[in-house]
């Protein structure tokens, strides 16, 4: 699957699944990995999750990252320092609907940068 | 001052034990103008930390705060774990190589440390955060050439106070607008704590 891959980071994970089911149900040939709540999944972000998300959607074609408010911005800087060898790119665009676009772009087959600024275009 | 690897253990004992005994007061404060998480997330924080610093054994100040640095990240929730994780881990990589500390390290290593929380969390000094307790430590330990227990836990305590008279426009606090004004800003009280323990360890020393 040589797709952009997708990681919804939220600080629940009842979001992030139920984003991914949302996106699931139109686009199915595009990596995406959720990465909400905490390690208890209680309310929150955590590092080592949004990490491990990104590992699992990079399938050599770089990673978009999608998030919902204040610190999981932080947490996702960090797990972006950390994993230095995969492209990364942070998007500031709306979670549901930034992600929702992303997909879709990924779906066609395009670039990190290309699909990056078809959403960055959307908001 | 000089810190050593048991003082830096003390330090964060000592935070810890603050942070525990003001665990509802921290959450009481964030529960005026925020998400009502801080004191749960920091006192399972630094619990964490401390489990952590007592059951390994430390060459180096640097590999304690690194480690404090990742539990901090790894086990608070909320925006704190990225920001006093980052604070600590700038901390940690500014004193990599010097043991113990000197007061000169210890100001090099506080100057990162603010850096990175102003990096991480895009805040200026006035914006009612933590780093208005940062900034004035900082700058008291630059300013400073033999450095007081006293004076710093005065710093840090005054500091935190006039964040009462601040109105959020950073962080979650921000959505308040002007109702924030009148209510201590949690992560400046968390801070002040972490300053207080500081000053009872520099105290011992002396």
Known sequence: MERVGIVLISHSSKIAEGLKELISQVITDVPIETAGGTEENEIGTSIEKIMESIHRADYGKGVLLFYDIGSAKMNAEIAIEMAESIEIILSEAPLVEGSYVGAVESGMGKSLKEVYDAVEKAF | ?206
Not at chain 2, 56 to 77: E, F, N, P, W
């Open chain 2, 1 to 206: 001052m000089e810190l050593q690897v048991e003082d830096t253990i003390q330090w964060l004992e000592k935070s810890n034990e603050k942070i525990q005994q003001n665990k509802d007061y921290l959450t009481a404060l964030d529960q005026a103008i925020g998400d009502s998480d801080h004191g749960i997330n920091m006192s399972r924080g630094f619990q964490e930390v401390v489990n952590q610093v007592k059951s390994k054994q430390y060459d180096t100040v640097s590999d304690v705060l690194k480690d404090t640095a990742m539990t901090l990240m790894s086990k608070v929730g909320g925006a704190s774990g990225p920001l006093f994780g980052t604070a600590f881990l700038r901390f940690s990589m500014r004193v990599k190589g010097i043991d113990p500390i000197s007061q000169d390290a210890f100001t090099k290593g506080m100057e990162d440390a603010l850096a990175g929380i102003i990096q991480r969390g895009k805040a200026a000094t006035g914006e009612k955060t933590m780093v208005d307790v940062w900034s004035p430590v900082v700058d008291y330990f630059k300013g400073t050439t033999i450095v007081q227990a006293d004076e710093v836990a005065q710093t840090a305590k005054k500091a935190m106070e006039q964040t009462k008279e601040i109105t959020a426009t950073k962080g979650r606090a921000s959505y308040f607008k002007e109702k924030s004004i009148g209510h201590i800003d949690p992560g400046a009280a968390s801070s002040f704590y972490i300053f207080e323990a500081l000053s009872e360890v520099i105290k011992g020393e002396g």
